[in-house]
């Protein structure tokens, strides 16, 4: 079955550190993709990144990077010199290959709070 | 623009009477979903629909209903309402399958049974 897990529940930082926060990941098939979204106060899901199984190179985008391991099946994604806008509740996610239903399954989300 | 929209975006109801919420899209999207979210458990999804007349259970479909009678449409229906089902709601979209082409998440809806 497929499981990902978020051990940060709640991370606080002052404005201009880096942050980075953990996802795991279990399942048993070979093909999948991994995602991060991002839920702002405001409420809603703000989609960041989707990667597949077979692509292990790191993205960045902006400020914003990840770091997609299979070896250990992670997914971790950091936020250089972070901003007070970049509090929220982050979520991993993860969705099988398949052609049945392949829903998201989230982890239980990281709430970052960024102190000025 | 292309988009999903739930409404409303907030409810305050009693227990026991029965609502719907209403999701619609307009991107010809075959499969789509409904989630719930609630503190510290994350999203949990409660039905989806992999096409037209096509519906079946998620991990907590307990106490709620759904029907895709058009592609567009995939109403959430509570028939009697309790306090446990005070949550934040999702919709959600897909072309085909969720891995290859990913979600289209509406706005939610906060829903609050007293």
């Not at chain 1, 960045?60 to 007070?84: C, D, E, L, M, P």
């Not at chain 2, 305050?12 to 991107?27: A, E, F, P, R």
């Not at chain 2, 009678?69 to 949550?87: H, V």
């Amino acid at each position: 079955a497929q499981k990902v897990t978020q051990a940060q529940t709640e991370i606080s930082v002052v404005e201009k550190e880096d942050v980075t926060l953990d996802c795991v990941y279990e399942t048993r098939d070979t093909t999948y993709y991994l995602f991060w979204y991002k839920q702002p106060p405001s409420g809603e899901l703000v989609f960041l990144i989707r990667r597949n199984s077979f692509d292990e190179q790191n993205e960045i985008s902006g400020r914003y990077s990840w770091n997609f391991q299979k070896s250990t099946s992670s997914f971790n994604f950091t936020i250089t010199a972070s901003q007070v806008v970049d509090s929220a509740v982050y979520f991993c996610a993860l969705s099988e290959y398949g052609s049945g239903n392949t829903p998201l399954v989230f982890g239980k989300g990281t709430r970052l709070s960024v102190i000025a | 623009e292309a988009q999903v929209t739930q409404n409303p975006r907030y409810l305050i109801t009693v227990t026991g009477k029965k609502l719907t919420v209403t999701c619609s899209q307009n991107m010809n999207h075959e499969y789509m979903s409904w989630y719930r979210q609630d503190p510290g458990l994350g999203l949990r999804q409660i039905y989806y629909s992999m096409n037209v007349e096509v519906t079946d259970k998620g991990d907590v479909p307990e106490g709620y209903k759904v029907s895709r009678k058009e592609k567009r449409n995939f109403p959430l229906i509570l028939e009697s309402p309790s306090p446990n089902q005070t949550s934040l709601y999702f919709c959600a979209s897909s072309l085909r399958g969720v891995a290859n082409y990913g979600y289209t998440f509406g706005s939610g809806t906060r829903l609050t049974v007293v």
